[in-house]
């Protein structure tokens, strides 16, 4: 077995470029979970973490005892989330597999490039152009009433916001997300296609059999780190929309924590939330991991 000292020679450099990368892991990521300790206090900014009393378990009763606003932020929260697990997560995978049994090679680089571009605008254009293009003053409904027809309303509407919200991340994010799985469909042994051909396999027994075993590991593992964020649906896309929907179809847990804490000062109760969230996401990947080295998968992480 090599040394300490020898395996520091040999991967030295590795590890000095990985140094940047894992101190600012440590100061934005690991550091502030020390701050979880506010939702065990009456939390004042003036005090600080230091002088602000203690409370126990007092900012946890509107989880414990089913505050109607908190309770609609889960019930929005859990609705998104398995509105985008079911119908958002698999999308990516059929566009690479689209894109993979591309023949023409220039064909496929222009339509990777025209799905890439949506993902590098901000989600303050999106939600605008979308605005723009479906709201009640948009140029759908501008071109209904130039043809006489009646207009009808999508963006700002209550009861279609969650379907909104999910149209905007299937058009910004699904071309990216097919980078991934597009890596792992590279890495598809030809032979064993072309024995497959030989034996007379048609194309969906071909895609059964030889393409998706091969980037089954990278959709579990997506799967299994997608379940762990899962109460996390967007607060940036939300935030911007909340005001024409009302909190009543637009809040969700995070806006829960920032409406609570930054704007309303309850800071004891949004960390609290925020806490619970964290530790249910943990929970989610230990879970999900565990059934899927049951399933013979490896998951985040072998056994």
Same mark, same amino acid.
């Given at each position: 077995m090599r040394s300490l000292r020898d395996r520091w020679r040999r991967d030295r450099v590795l590890? @000095? +470029? #990985?140094? !940047?990368?894992?101190? #600012? +892991?440590?100061?934005?990521?690991?550091?502030?979970?020390?701050?979880?300790?506010i939702a065990f206090q009456d939390f004042q900014p003036f005090l600080g973490i230091w002088h602000s009393p203690y409370v126990g378990l007092d900012n946890f009763e509107p989880v414990l005892t089913g505050d109607p606003v908190f309770l609609n932020a889960l019930v929005n929260t859990l609705i998104i989330t398995l509105i985008q697990v079911v119908f958002v997560f698999p999308l990516p995978i059929c566009l690479a597999l689209i894109l993979?049994?591309?023949?023409?090679?220039? @064909?496929?680089? +222009?339509?990777?490039?025209? @799905?890439y571009m949506p993902h590098f605008l901000s989600w303050v254009i999106v939600v605008a152009l979308f605005q723009q293009?479906?709201?009640?003053? =948009?140029?759908?409904?501008?071109?209904?009433?130039?043809?006489?027809?009646?207009?009808?309303?999508?963006?700002?509407v209550p009861e279609l916001f969650k379907l909104v919200i999910t149209s905007q991340v299937i058009w910004k994010d699904t071309g990216w997300s097919t980078i991934i799985f597009l890596a792992a469909l590279s890495r598809v042994d030809p032979a064993q296609m072309e024995a497959?051909?030989?034996?007379?396999?048609?194309?969906?027994?071909?895609?059964?059999?030889?393409?998706? !075993?091969?980037?089954? !590991?990278?959709?579990?593992?997506?799967?299994?780190?997608? @379940?762990?964020?899962? +109460?996390?649906?967007?607060?940036?896309?939300?935030?911007?929309?909340?005001?024409?929907? =009302?909190?009543?179809?637009?809040?969700?847990?995070?806006?829960?924590?920032?409406?609570?804490?930054?704007?309303?000062?309850?800071?004891?109760?949004?960390?609290?939330?925020?806490?619970?969230?964290?530790?249910?996401?943990?929970?989610?990947?230990? =879970? #999900?991991?565990?059934?899927?080295?049951?399933?013979?998968?490896?998951?985040?992480?072998?056994?």
């Open positions: 590890l @000095l +470029l #990985a140094l !940047p990368g894992v101190t #600012a +892991l440590l100061l934005f990521h690991y550091l502030p979970l020390g701050g979880n300790i993979n049994a591309t023949i023409s090679e220039r @064909l496929k680089r +222009l339509a990777q490039s025209i @799905l293009m479906f709201g009640n003053g =948009g140029m759908l409904n501008a071109w209904l009433r130039s043809a006489d027809l009646s207009t009808f309303h999508i963006v700002g497959a051909v030989v034996d007379g396999a048609s194309a969906a027994r071909r895609l059964w059999h030889v393409t998706l !075993p091969y980037i089954r !590991p990278v959709i579990v593992l997506l799967l299994i780190l997608r @379940l762990g964020d899962s +109460l996390s649906v967007g607060f940036e896309q939300i935030i911007l929309q909340q005001a024409q929907v =009302g909190a009543g179809a637009g809040e969700v847990l995070d806006t829960y924590v920032y409406n609570h804490g930054i704007v309303g000062g309850d800071w004891g109760t949004a960390a609290a939330v925020g806490l619970i969230k964290g530790i249910v996401g943990v929970a989610l990947v230990l =879970g #999900a991991n565990r059934l899927a080295h049951a399933l013979g998968e490896q998951g985040v992480y072998a056994k």
